[in-house]
């Protein structure tokens, strides 16, 4: 039955019990003093006409009511077509008798619509219908994600955010993985571990990470997020019981046990910069799988914690980096496409990717847009370089960075490869990045293991001399790039075509009537000079091997569950003083030297408590003394090293040499070597002595 008969049915049923319904005491009253039967019989067709009057303000019977009238109407334009088709002259005129009809109902319609309207204005408005506006006035339109204008998050900003786009389809691992392997062989893997945790109490759904059966519930975890306006976006809240624990957990970094942040994760298992402090204990222990579990259990944590208008598919969920709080979930989905990579699922990492960006397109506190060409590359999103090359990086300053420089290139020849279509454009892309950048060829050939001829190699425009210089960042961007898309070049139908390329660039500098090739030198002289902080954070969250950071960022301890704040941090709460008295592990500070000569020892134990007010008191009276001698003492800090170097080699020494007596006891005893020893011991006390 359609729906339309089922409204004339319920219709005629509310007619049917209208009738039904006894007249009041009103209406009584009226038939006792009325003069006679004609009045009687108005009044009560009037009052009738008033109760219909009355039922009909429910707006939803106003709504059916339009709907049966258009109805009426689609039926009566059918039967009018049909009567036109049949070229009958009386089915003209019945034709023109209901158009007639037609436009009175419209006007009947129009009344209605404007009854409506102003039955919504009076009525207050219903909690649903502010809320679904308020997503609205936010989001935008869903479909272009893309409700803001240039002029408030900027010209790149505004042109970044339709490629940012995420498909929550690609955000689940196990759909790349049913692709590559097969689906057999993952829904097998899947049904296992069913079956094992069989008995397990349900989960709550997700969109980022598959939760474990063996995780706890995210009930009462006290992390909530708020909504801080349309320029703000959304922040992270913690709770009062979540700030205590907080600060145990910065407490517990102090102190340089691990032990304190496994009690915290047994008391609170979704704390969230403990999950991540553990998960770099165990990638240090080479346990790598379960590493990922914990970054994926802190994503579950967080990701429960959404705001209700925080919608990932939009593209417009602004989360600050300079609140402490939003800074764990940035760090989450860093490290979580890192393990992505690892795995081999690129498709997964590279959406990923997108929805890290998508949450401060403008600032891009971790330098998203480093490796987002390295996961597009190896996904084979070959289409969306092409579209960031022609609808984002417009000027060429934006181009002229190592990783978009090789890999835009990359991305047309491919392209050209797969359509077979000719490669120009390609070409001419990447002679330009040669020529900005051509001491990039020699360390992408050494990490490919490829051995350039002789004309290449001896070239010196190819020399990598300039990489050398301290003052440039030019050498620790090139690595990185080079370090993490080789595998993207080490193709023999890429390799041929950057040869062919080097060639023709040979060819335009032995000419040298380009204008280019002192253009851009000049550029790269004055570019590349102080990394950002947020270039600072990827090469620490990178994890390549070889690619140290800049000397001046090694001079403060850096911390891994919050690396290199912002100094324009917005602070929520402050943590109050701490009681846990620092280790000698965490309150040393004489060089690297020293700490390994003194682990050396046997009696060194770098979670032995310092007693700070005697440590004080002893540099004070040595302060005086030196004071007393003229100030003319080596300074204490270096006379403690060298001390401690020659006890420590000293204490070598003696277990060197009383080994080696119990080795090889023809040598001699220890009587005869003794003396030789103690007028050792009594040299290094006149050089321990001396100034």
């Known amino acids: ?176 993985l049913k692709r590559m392997f097969g689906a057999e062989i993952v829904r097998s893997e899947h049904h296992q571990r069913k079956r094992q945790h069989r008995n397990r109490p349900l989960q709550r759904s ?16 006290g992390l909530s997020m708020k909504y801080l306006g349309e320029q703000e976006g959304f922040v992270f809240e913690h709770s009062p019981v979540y700030q205590k624990i907080q600060h145990q957990f910065s407490d517990a970094v102090e102190s340089g046990q691990p032990e304190y942040i496994i009690n915290i994760l047994r008391a609170h298992p979704y704390h969230i910069d403990a999950l991540l402090q553990m998960a770099e204990f165990q990638r240090a222990n080479e346990d790598v799988q379960t590493a990922a579990e914990t970054i994926e259990k802190a994503l579950y944590g967080m990701e429960c914690a959404f705001h209700p208008l925080f919608n990932l598919a939009s593209g417009n969920c602004f989360l600050n980096y300079r609140y402490p709080e939003n800074r764990s979930f940035y760090l989450c989905l860093f490290k979580h496409i890192l393990n992505l990579g690892r795995r081999g699922c690129n498709r997964t990492a590279f959406e990923f990717c997108k929805l890290l960006l998508s949450l401060d397109p403008t600032n891009d506190p971790l330098d998203c847009m480093s490796m987002i060409d390295y996961f597009a590359l190896r996904a084979q999103q070959y289409d969306h370089l092409v579209r960031l090359d022609t609808e984002v990086l417009t000027s060429k300053a934006m181009k002229h960075v190592p990783n978009f420089a090789m890999s835009i290139p990359l991305a047309y020849f491919k392209l050209a490869v797969q359509g077979g279509r000719e490669r120009n454009t390609a070409d001419l892309i990447l002679q330009d990045s040669l020529l900005f950048f051509p001491m990039m060829l020699m360390p992408l050939l050494d990490e490919c293991s490829v051995q350039p001829d002789k ?94 950071l800049p000397r001046h960022f090694l001079s403060s301890p850096v911390l891994s569950h919050d690396p290199f704040p912002p100094p324009d941090s917005i602070i929520s709460y402050t943590r109050p003083a701490s009681n846990v008295r620092p280790t000698v592990a965490s309150q040393d500070q004489s060089g690297v030297l020293r700490s390994f000569l003194q682990s050396l020892l046997p009696t060194y134990n770098p979670y032995e408590p310092v007693n700070v007010s005697a440590r004080q008191q002893h540099r004070e009276e040595e302060d005086d003394a030196d004071g007393a001698r003229g100030g003319n003492a080596i300074p204490q800090q270096i006379q403690q090293s060298v001390q401690a170097i020659m006890q420590a080699m000293r204490q070598l020494l003696n277990e060197q040499f009383h080994g080696g007596n119990n080795n090889h006891p023809e040598q001699g005893n220890g009587r005869e070597d003794q003396p030789e020893l103690e007028e050792n011991d009594r040299e290094w006390e006149e050089e321990d002595g001396l100034g």
């Not at 059966?213 to 009930?219: A, K, L, Q, V």
């Not at 062919?500 to 090739?517: F, P, Q």
Request: proline share 3%; aromatic share 4%.
């Open 1 to 176: 039955m359609s729906s339309r008969a089922l409204r004339r049915l319920q219709q005629l049923d509310f007619e049917h019990n209208e009738e039904k319904v006894p007249k009041s005491e009103d209406d009584d009253d009226v038939d006792n003093d009325a003069d006679g039967d004609l009045l009687s019989t108005n009044q009560a067709t009037a009052k009738k006409k008033h109760k219909k009057q009355r039922k009909s303000n429910n707006l939803f019977e106003l709504l059916t009511q339009r709907e049966e009238d258009d109805g009426k109407d689609e039926d009566e334009e059918n039967n009018g077509s049909i009567e036109v088709a049949n070229g009958s002259q009386s089915g003209k005129v019945q034709h023109e008798a209901k158009s007639s009809t037609k436009k009175k109902k419209k006007r009947s319609n129009k009344k209605k619509d404007k009854e409506t309207k102003t039955l919504q204005q009076q009525e207050p408005e219903d909690d649903v219908e502010a809320s679904l506006r308020e997503v609205n006035r936010i989001l935008g339109d869903l479909q272009t994600g893309c409700s803001m204008d240039d002029g408030e998050q900027g010209t790149f900003s505004a042109k970044v955010k339709p490629l940012l786009h995420i498909d929550y389809r690609h955000l689940n691992p196990e759909m790349e």
């Open 206 to 221: 997700s969109r980022l990470v598959q939760p474990k059966d063996t995780w706890h519930s995210t009930g009462g975890s």
């Open 455 to 548: 004309l290449v190699k001896t070239h010196p425009f190819t020399s990598t001399a300039e990489l050398h210089d301290n003052t440039s960042e030019l050498q620790r961007m090139i690595m990185l790039y080079v370090k993490r898309c080789q595998p993207c070049w080490k193709e023999a139908e890429v390799m041929t075509w950057l040869e062919e390329n080097v060639k023709a660039v040979i060819e335009i500098v032995k000419k040298g009537t380009d204008k280019r090739l002192e253009e851009y030198e000049i550029l790269r002289k004055k570019r590349f000079r102080q990394p950002p902080l947020s270039l600072v954070r990827h090469y620490f969250l990178s994890e390549i091997q070889g690619l140290g």
